[in-house]
Structures are given as structure tokens and as C-alpha cells.
């Protein structure tokens, strides 16, 4: 697959839907692969409705929280190709279970998942099985590279990255730190994967300075450039842009379209 560059909406939790087709519009216009947003449905279908061909993805609908039966409908409902299920959340003491119980429904109205928000290796082993490949967060390029293998040459492997376009340290880990707020919470999936990718508890407790070296990418537009390059090297058919610590972030998402894009 030739390697892409997506972006995740800067305002995935909205309702405003007018701010919603906004952003689809300039997405889209700007040339981005893919726009990602959450799993609000009604948004995914403003997104959609407001452009002509750009594929909207949910990174992701949370399966144990939003009905099987809802994103059935709305697949439905929109332009073939339009809509990308993007799957997680299966929360509980079997969360595989409660996936595979999810993929089954769609499946049954004939409904595919595009990917899954894979971490560990059952869910990725799950992604490659039953689902078009994976959407991980918070990972290296070698976690890449290892999650490539696993799921071999022919699934899409799309990784979220945090881009914080500065060059100011203390700017880029108050950028970081508050979408890596929760790991502070109980020990969840995202933490027991960045153990597994070698960081320490003091390195995610402090958000040290080799996390976020490792998770993000950072600096002027060549350097952000250069570090996209690595995931894709590694595998990533798709980097997914989450720009933060800018002011404007609209401004941002054209400046690294100029970069990245042309």
C-alpha cells in the first residue's frame, strides 16, 4: 500500500455539526487520506454528508458503550466506502470476548470493520483475523515494526501520532500531558503497552523526555516530516496527525498539508 497521512479531527467530541462538515471540507480540500474522528455517529454522518469523496474513520466507536445496531444503520445509510468502522472500548474482565461478540453483529448485517484500536497481541492477532487491520496509539515505530509482522504485509496499519508542532521542550510536554493524563488512572491497556515497549513507570508517571522522544513528534515541519517517515518506513500505511499545542490548530493543518502533502 502506498503510505499515507491522515488527520484526526481537532474537534472529535463536538455536536456543532456545521464546525463538523467545516473541518470535513477543509480536510478534504487540503488533500489528507483520511479524516478520523470519534465514535459520535451523528458526526460521522455530518462529516461525511459535507464532502465528495474523503473516507471518515472512527478511531474509534467505543463497543461497549454504543450498540452494535447504530452503526449498522448508519453504515447503511451513507455512500459505500464513505464510513471506515473503527472498533474499541470492549471493556470488562473479557474484552476479546466482547469484541468478537460486536464483529459478529456486524458481520451478520454484513457490516466489516475497517480496523481495531490494537495494542497488545491478542487484539492485533483479533485485527488481522477478523477486522481490516489495526489503529494503535501511543507506540514507537518499532512497536510498527513488530505489529507489521504480526499482522502481516496485507492489513492496513494506521498509527495515531501526537505532532506538536515546537521546538520549546517545556511547550511539547505541556502539549503531551494532557492527553496522557489518563494513564495516571488504574493500569489499563495503553500503559501496560508502553511498558511492553520498554518505558519505565517513572518515564509515564513524569512523561520523561524519552517518551515523549518516542510517541511524538515534534519540532519544525522537516523534523515532523522526518518522524512521520520513520513510521511508515516501519510499516504504518497511514500516520494519523493529532496536532495540539498550537493556538490554531486550523492554521496547523494547512501548514503541515504544504509540508507533508505536496
Known amino acids: 500500500m502506498t503510505p499515507t497521512?491522515?488527520?484526526?479531527?481537532?474537534?472529535?467530541?463536538?455536536?456543532?455539526?456545521?464546525?463538523?462538515?467545516?473541518?470535513?471540507?477543509?480536510?478534504?480540500?487540503?488533500?489528507?487520506?483520511?479524516?478520523?474522528?470519534?465514535?459520535?455517529?451523528?458526526?460521522v454522518a455530518a462529516a461525511v454528508r459535507a464532502t465528495s469523496a474523503i473516507p471518515v474513520a472512527t478511531g474509534i466507536i467505543p463497543v461497549s458503550r454504543v450498540p452494535a445496531a447504530e452503526v449498522i444503520t448508519l453504515h447503511g445509510e451513507l455512500p459505500p466506502g464513505r464510513f471506515r468502522v473503527g472498533l474499541g472500548g470492549a471493556q470488562g474482565p473479557t474484552p476479546l470476548a466482547t469484541m468478537r461478540s460486536y464483529l459478529d453483529e456486524l458481520e451478520a448485517a454484513g457490516v466489516a470493520a475497517d480496523v481495531l484500536a490494537a495494542l497488545g497481541p491478542n487484539?492485533?492477532?483479533?485485527?488481522?483475523?477478523?477486522?481490516g487491520g489495526a489503529y494503535p496509539y501511543l507506540v514507537t515505530p518499532r512497536y510498527v515494526a513488530d505489529a507489521r509482522t504480526v499482522l502481516g504485509p496485507d492489513?492496513?496499519?494506521?498509527?495515531?501520532?501526537?505532532?506538536?508542532?515546537?521546538?520549546?521542550?517545556?511547550?511539547?510536554?505541556?502539549?503531551?500531558?494532557?492527553?496522557?493524563?489518563?494513564?495516571?488512572?488504574?493500569?489499563?491497556?495503553?500503559?501496560?503497552?508502553?511498558?511492553?515497549?520498554?518505558?519505565?513507570?517513572?518515564?509515564?508517571?513524569?512523561?520523561?523526555?524519552?517518551?515523549?522522544?518516542?510517541?511524538?513528534?515534534?519540532?519544525?515541519?522537516?523534523?515532523?516530516?522526518?518522524?512521520?517517515?520513520?513510521?511508515?518506513a516501519a510499516g504504518a500505511d497511514?500516520?494519523?496527525?493529532?496536532?495540539?499545542?498550537?493556538?490554531?490548530?486550523?492554521?496547523?493543518?494547512?501548514?503541515?498539508?504544504a509540508a507533508l502533502l505536496n
Open 123 to 131: 487484539m492485533l492477532a483479533l485485527a488481522r483475523d477478523r477486522a
Open 155 to 232: 492489513k492496513q496499519l494506521s498509527v495515531l501520532l501526537m505532532v506538536i508542532p515546537s521546538t520549546d521542550r517545556d511547550t511539547v510536554r505541556a502539549a503531551a500531558e494532557k492527553p496522557l493524563a489518563f494513564l495516571a488512572g488504574p493500569p489499563g491497556g495503553y500503559r501496560r503497552n508502553l511498558l511492553r515497549q520498554g518505558f519505565s513507570e517513572t518515564d509515564i508517571d513524569q512523561v520523561s523526555d524519552r517518551l515523549l522522544d518516542g510517541i511524538t513528534a515534534a519540532g519544525e515541519p522537516d523534523q515532523i516530516a522526518e518522524r512521520i517517515a520513520r513510521y511508515h
Open 5 to 43: 497521512i491522515g488527520l484526526a479531527s481537532s474537534l472529535p467530541y463536538t455536536e456543532d455539526a456545521a464546525a463538523v462538515a467545516e473541518e470535513a471540507r477543509r480536510t478534504e480540500d487540503l488533500g489528507y487520506a483520511t479524516l478520523w474522528r470519534s465514535g459520535v455517529l451523528p458526526m
Open 238 to 257: 497511514q500516520v494519523v496527525l493529532r496536532i495540539l499545542g498550537v493556538d490554531d490548530i486550523a492554521e496547523w493543518q494547512t501548514k503541515l498539508a
